[in-house]
């Protein structure tokens, strides 16, 4: 088969990411992490919830640490097509500190794990540079970490194959943890502003657009932290939700009630442009990409009210929708409803 004969894939599984079998390997995983869970009960660093938020919990006495981990999946390809380092450690950042806000805590450390196919100095400088840069914008010290090089593993582009992950700590007053348990019917469903692709969905994304379009995938993800934890403060914030891998499906992941979006973000021309040339349907558009919206804010009605007259403008955060008693997510894009189920294989 040539070049000119292979067919552009319309789907995130069709492009080489099956979410179902992910899924399926996760509870193979889940089922033997959970038992360690046992053995802790009753010590400092009891485990205080299931597997399945976007980070977990330990009981430390009237504190709790949140935990998570991630990394930036194949846009480590996109960096190393266009010889750009700079901005993956951002992205890097940002995964880990915008998942640990999901429950509440305030993220404080983090350490990371480069692994390289081979050194060299000034990837890995870049890549620091972009690891200080989204510390700072989140407030977090690395205090440490790991460097690997691993010839026989990893592989890329020109002897430039890396890829990057990290681990995120974060504290939270024991009854300040936010779980979704209060959210009601009727609630305000706020949405930020995402700052493009972020680090989902690339090998789709990577698929259809043309390499000439592929610094815009490059755009760092954009981090949350400071304007959720002035919203956790000064407002009674129910649930909270990081649009990464999946979608809008990980408003889901909230609450079990439904949701309404009717006035969500527009979506930046990256997305547009991805629709078009791969002809994806929206249902596969809003559960692989973030379409424009990086992160989810659940609050009562005259909170979010408040919340928007006082921010909304400066931190590009609007109402994007209402919780309902309905399951199921109901989008309304330019008038028209795309209906979005939880999925579970």
């Known amino acids: 088969m040539t070049e000119k004969d292979k067919k552009t894939p319309d789907t995130y599984a069709k492009a080489g990411v099956d979410l179902k079998k992910e899924d399926r390997a996760i509870k193979g995983i889940r089922g033997w992490v959970t038992k360690t869970f046992s053995l802790r009960n009753g010590r400092r660093g009891e485990v205080m919830a299931d597997i399945g938020s976007f980070a977990n919990l330990i009981d430390i006495g009237d504190m709790a640490l949140a935990f998570c981990i991630d990394g930036v999946g194949s846009k480590v390809l996109v960096a190393q097509e266009l010889d750009k380092y700079d901005t993956v450690g951002i992205d890097c950042v940002a995964m880990n500190v915008n998942d640990v806000i999901c429950v509440g805590a305030e993220p404080v450390s983090m350490v990371d794990y480069l692994a390289l196919q081979k050194t060299d100095d000034s990837i890995t400088r870049d890549i620091s540079k972009g690891l200080y840069e989204g510390a700072r914008m989140a407030d977090i010290s690395i205090i440490g970490g790991e460097t690997a090089s691993l010839p026989d593993v990893i592989t890329g582009i020109d002897g430039k194959g890396f890829d990057i992950a990290a681990a995120v700590i974060g504290i939270v007053d024991k009854e300040k943890i936010i779980t979704g ?92 442009k991805i629709q078009e040339l791969g002809k994806i349907s929206d249902e596969e558009m809003h559960q692989t990409f973030n379409m424009g919206l990086g992160f989810v804010v659940v609050m009562p009605e005259e909170d979010a009210e408040k919340a928007i007259a006082e921010h909304g403008s400066q931190w590009q955060m609007t109402r994007i929708g209402t919780v309902t008693e309905e399951p199921g997510i109901t989008l309304v894009r330019k008038g028209v409803e795309i209906k979005l189920q939880r999925k579970l294989y």
């Not at 972020?198 to 043309?210: K, Q």
Request: aromatic share 8%; net charge positive; proline share 7%.
């Open 181 to 272: 348990k209060e959210i009601r019917p009727g609630d305000a469903v706020l949405g930020f502003k995402s700052s493009g692709i972020h680090s989902n969905g690339l090998t789709l994304a990577r698929n259809v657009l043309p390499r000439t379009m592929w610094m815009s995938l490059l755009t760092p993800t954009r981090i949350y932290v400071k304007e959720v934890l002035k919203l956790i403060a000064d407002y009674d914030v129910r649930g909270l939700a990081n649009i990464t891998g999946g979608g809008f499906l990980n408003i889901f992941r909230m609450c079990d009630h439904g949701y309404r979006i009717d006035n969500p973000p527009e979506p930046q021309m990256t997305f547009k």
